[in-house]
T-cell receptor, first 116, second 112 residues
Framework: DTGVSQDPRHKITKRGQNVTFRCDPISEHNRLYWYRQTLGQGPEFLTYFQNEAQLEKSRLLSDRFSAERPKGSFSTLEIQRTEQGDSAMYLC??????????????FGPGTRLTVL | SQQGEEDPQALSIQEGENATMNCSYKTSINNLQWYRQNSGRGLVHLILIRSNEREKHSGRLRVTLDTSKKSSSLLITASRAADTASYFCATLMDTGRRALTFGSGTRLQVQP
C-alpha cells in the first residue's frame, strides 16, 4: 500500500453512460497525476495537477474527459458518454518536491473500467 | 505514445538466476525510473537514476544508464518467485514536462 487510494477499484458501465473516479493522494503531496493503462502496455499520461491547478493535459484527454482537484487534495476524473475504447485501468499517482526535484511518483491501485 | 521500448517483452527464469531487462528511449531525459507492477495492481517505484549518473544499486537491483545510447538496464540478482511481475522503465524528459513517459514493460516470470 503506497498511501494513494482510488475508488472504485472496478467499474462496469454501459456505453454512453458517465462515470466518475476518485483519487486520494498522500496528504503532503502537492502534485497529482492521472494515467491510463491498457492491457499489455505501460501507463500513458493524461493530466496532472499542482495543488488545485491543472497544469498539463495530454492530447489523449478528449473533450469527454474532465479532471478536477478542487481543494488541492483529492481529485476526480469524469468520463462522459463512455465508449468501448475507454475500457482501461485508470491510475492516479502523487508526488512531492524532494531536494528541489519531483522524482518518485506513488501510484494508487487503479480503477479498472469496463465499458460494455 | 510510449517513450521507448523494453526488451525482452517477456522473460522466464528459474529462482536464483539473474534477470536483465533493457529499456531504450528517444529524447533527452532528466532522470529514468524503474517501476514494478504486480498483475492488476498499481505500480511501485524501485529505483531512480539521474542523467548524470551511470550506475546505481539498491539491494538486489542494479541499474545502468547510457545517455549516449539512450538506454538503461535493470538487473535483478538472485531472483525469487516473488519477483514475478511486470517491470517498466519511465523517463522524465528534459523539456520541463512533469509527467513520466513509460515503456511497454517486461513481463518477468520467476519459476520456483
Amino acid at each position: 500500500d503506497t498511501g494513494v487510494s482510488q475508488d472504485p477499484r472496478h467499474k462496469i458501465t454501459k456505453r454512453g453512460q458517465n462515470v466518475t473516479f476518485r483519487c486520494d493522494p498522500i496528504s503532503e503531496h502537492n502534485r497529482l497525476y492521472w494515467y491510463r493503462q491498457t492491457l499489455g502496455q505501460g501507463p500513458e499520461f493524461l493530466t496532472y495537477f499542482q495543488n488545485e491547478a491543472q497544469l498539463e493535459k495530454s492530447r489523449l484527454l478528449s473533450d469527454r474527459f474532465s479532471a478536477e482537484r478542487p481543494k488541492g487534495s483529492f481529485s476526480t476524473l469524469e468520463i462522459q458518454r463512455t465508449e468501448q475504447g475507454d475500457s482501461a485501468m485508470y491510475l492516479c499517482a502523487s508526488s512531492k518536491r524532494t531536494g528541489g526535484n519531483y522524482n518518485e511518483q506513488f501510484f494508487g491501485p487503479g480503477t479498472r473500467l469496463t465499458v460494455l | 505514445s510510449q517513450q521507448g521500448e523494453e526488451d525482452p517483452q517477456a522473460l522466464s527464469i528459474q529462482e536464483g538466476e539473474n534477470a536483465t531487462m533493457n529499456c531504450s528511449y528517444k529524447t533527452s531525459i532528466n532522470n529514468l525510473q524503474w517501476y514494478r507492477q504486480n498483475s492488476g495492481r498499481g505500480l511501485v517505484h524501485l529505483i531512480l537514476i539521474r542523467s548524470n549518473e551511470r550506475e546505481k544499486h539498491s539491494g538486489r537491483l542494479r541499474v545502468t544508464l547510457d545517455t549516449s545510447k539512450k538506454s538503461s538496464s535493470l538487473l535483478i540478482t538472485a531472483s525469487r518467485a516473488a519477483d514475478t511481475a511486470s517491470y517498466f522503465c519511465a523517463t522524465l524528459m528534459d523539456t520541463g514536462r512533469r509527467a513520466l513517459t513509460f515503456g511497454s514493460g517486461t513481463r518477468l516470470q520467476v519459476q520456483p
